[in-house]
C-alpha cells in the first residue's frame, strides 16, 4: 500500500495503533487511527487500520465504507480487498468474500491469510479443485524465508528500490526460493525490463513448476514483450489443467488478440462474458476483436453495453470514437462532459472522454468545443508520459554516423536471402493502413498486422541494461559478421511465420521501423521497404487527436509531436542517401488523387502483377487492428486531406516547430 506522507512521527504512530490491535484494544486503536487520518487524509495506512478495527469492533458498514474511501485512494492495496474479505466473511456473505480475496492475491499472492481464507471458502462451496490449488499456495507460503516476506510486504507498499536489495542481498547469498525469483521478476517488469523479467520468472517455474502465480506472470511478461506465440503456448499448457479458469482465459485470449486469431479471442470472451455479464472491460475487450473482423455493429453494442455497466469507463467511449464513423447522441456527450467534471474519475478514464468528446465535437463541426477537449487530454495524456525526445534524436544521429554507404558496401551480400517480406513504415496516422490494404488485396500478398519482431530485436541488441542516453545500438551492427547477420534475418522469417498465411509475400507494417532501415537492409537485403508519408500538418494533427491504445508516447505535444516528425525526415533523407532505390516513397495526398497510378507504382516495386482488385481494396475483408480499420473499408475520399485547417486557431505552436525544422514531406 501506498502511504502519501511527509510526516516523520507517522511511522511512529501506525506502529503504536498496530500495537494496540494485536493487544486486542481496538476502541483505542481506532480513535488514534482517526486522529492520523484527520491529520493526514492521504494516508493510506491510517485508513486501513481504521477498517480493521472497525471490523473487530463489529461495526462493518463502516469498515465497508472505510474500504471503499481507501480505495478511491489506493486501488491497487492487497490489503484493502483481503480486509474487505474478511468484513464479507463476518456478513455470512461467501461469494463476496471470495471476489475480494481473489483480487487480494490477484495483486500480491504471498498473503497467507487470503489463500487460508480462499480454501476454506472454496471447500465450503464446494470448489475442490481451487480449494486444492489455494492449500498449495499456503504450503508453498508457510516456507517463505523472512527476506521473502519482507520483500512482498514492501513491495505491495510500493518500494521496489528497498524490496528489490533485500531479494538481490537474498539471492547473492546463495537463496534460492520460487518466489524470490518471481517477485524479482515482477519488479523487473514493472521497471520494463521485460527480458529480464522474462528469465527470473523461469527460473521461478523451474523450482516450482505448477506455481500458478510465476506462470501467470510469466505469461503477462511475455505478452508485454509482444512474444504472442510463445505466450498463447505456456498459457495453453496451464488451461489444459485448468480449462475454465478465469484468471488464465484473458490472458489466452489476448495472446490470440496478439497473434490475429481474433476468432479465438472472441469465443474466449463470449466464455468469460457469460460467467461475468458485468465486466465492463470483458464487453470493450470483447468489442476490439469484432472490430478488427469488421463487425462494427456487434462493436458497437459491446461498448455501448460497456459504457451502460460502468458509466466512468473512459475507454468505452473512445473506442467508439475510434471506430470513426460512430456518431455520438446528445445524452452520450451530456454524459460524457459529467463524467469528465466528477472529482472522483480516475485520470485514465478523464483522458478517454476528453479525445472521445473531442470526436463527438468535430463530427458536429463544433470544432473550439472538440479543441479543448482534444487539448486536455493531451494534457492528462503527456502529464502521465515519460517521453524523452531526445533519446529518439540520439538514435538518429548515431544511425546517421554510423549506418554510411561505406558501412553498407562493406556488408554487401550479408543477411537472409528472402525476398518474403514487405515493409510498411512512417508515421501513425500517415496512411500506411490504406496503403498496407491495398497490397493485401492482391492475390499474392498476405496482410498481417504490425509486427513486433524488428523492435524486440532490436531490443536484444540493446541488451538488458542499456543506457537509453549511450545504447548499444546501432554502434553494435559494426560488431556483427555475416552469419549473425544471416541468422537474424532467418530469425525474422520464423518469428513471422505465426502472423502469416501460404502467400508468397507478407506485410509488416510496424511505422516506427523506419528507425530500423538499415538494420532491416542488413538482416533482410531482398526485402521491399515503402515509406508511406503525409503532409506534416496533417500528420500531426492527426496523431494529436488520436488516443493509442500503447506506445506512440511522442504523440501528446505539439512540440514532440513536430520534433519525431523532423526525425523522421532527417533519417529518410539519410537512408535514401546511403541506400538509393531501397525505397519506394508514397505520398499519401499523390494516392488519394490518382490511386492507380499510385497503385501500380506499389505493385510494380513489390514485383507483383497489376490486379484491378487493389482498386476496390475496400472490398476486402480481413483483419485490420489499427485505427484507421473502418477508414479502409471504405473508398479514398479527400475530406481529409485539409482536416486539420478547421483547427488552425490553435495549431500556431505546431506550424512553428515544424516551420523551424524546414519540414517538406515531399524531399
Known sequence: MVVSSTRASSPIQLEGIRELSRLGRHREALANAERLALQEPQNGSALYLIAANQRCLHQIDEALTTLARLEQQHPKSSLLFQERGCCYMTLGDGPRAITAFVQAVTLNPALTQSWTMLEHLYRASGQAKNAVVAREQVAMLQQLPLEVVDAGRLFSDGDLRASANILNEYLKCGGNHAEAFRLLGRIKQQRREFDEAERLFEAALHLAPNYRAAGLDYVRALLDSQKYLQACEVVGRFLEVETDNVDLLPLYAAACVGLGRHQAAIEVYRRLIAGSPCSAELHVALGHSLKSVGQQREAISCYQTSATIEPTFGDAYWSLANLKTYRFSEEEISNMRAE?????????????????????????????????????????????????????????????????????????????????????????????????????????????????????????????????????????????????????????????????????????????????????????????????????????????????ASGQEFSYRMEDIARYYRTYIELMQHWDAVLPGRILRICYEDVVENLERNVRRILEFCDVKFEPGCLEFYKLSRIVATASSEQVRQPVFRKGLLQWRNYEPWLGPLKCHLEGGQVHHRE
Open 340 to 548: 469528465v467534471a466528477s472529482p472522483t474519475a480516475r485520470q485514465v478514464d478523464r483522458y478517454h472522454l476528453c479525445f472521445a468528446l473531442g470526436k463527438a465535437y468535430e463530427d458536429r463541426k463544433q470544432y473550439a468545443d472538440s479543441w479543448q477537449f482534444y487539448e486536455r487530454g493531451n494534457e492528462l495524456k503527456s502529464a502521465e508520459s515519460r517521453y524523452r525526445p531526445e533519446i529518439v534524436e540520439i538514435n538518429t544521429r548515431r544511425q546517421i554516423e554510423v549506418c554510411t554507404a561505406e558501412f553498407f558496401a562493406a556488408r554487401g551480400g550479408f543477411g537472409a536471402p528472402d525476398s518474403d517480406p514487405i515493409f510498411v513504415v512512417g508515421l501513425p496516422r500517415s496512411g500506411s493502413t490504406l496503403v498496407e490494404q491495398i497490397l493485401a488485396s492482391h492475390s499474392q500478398i498476405h496482410g498481417t498486422q504490425e509486427l513486433p519482431v524488428v523492435p524486440r530485436i532490436v531490443r536484444e541488441l540493446n541488451g538488458p541494461e542499456s543506457d537509453p542516453y549511450n545504447p548499444l545500438y546501432p554502434e553494435v551492427l559494426a560488431d556483427l559478421g555475416p552469419d549473425e547477420f544471416r541468422a537474424l534475418g532467418t530469425r525474422y522469417i520464423k518469428d513471422t511465420r505465426a502472423y502469416r498465411g501460404d502467400k508468397p509475400f507478407f506485410i509488416d507494417k510496424m511505422p516506427n521501423n523506419f528507425r530500423h532501415v538499415g538494420l532491416i537492409h542488413l538482416i533482410l537485403p531482398n526485402a521491399k521497404i515503402i515509406d508511406v508519408r503525409r503532409e506534416p500538418m496533417a500528420c500531426c494533427f492527426s496523431n494529436l487527436k488520436q488516443l493509442f
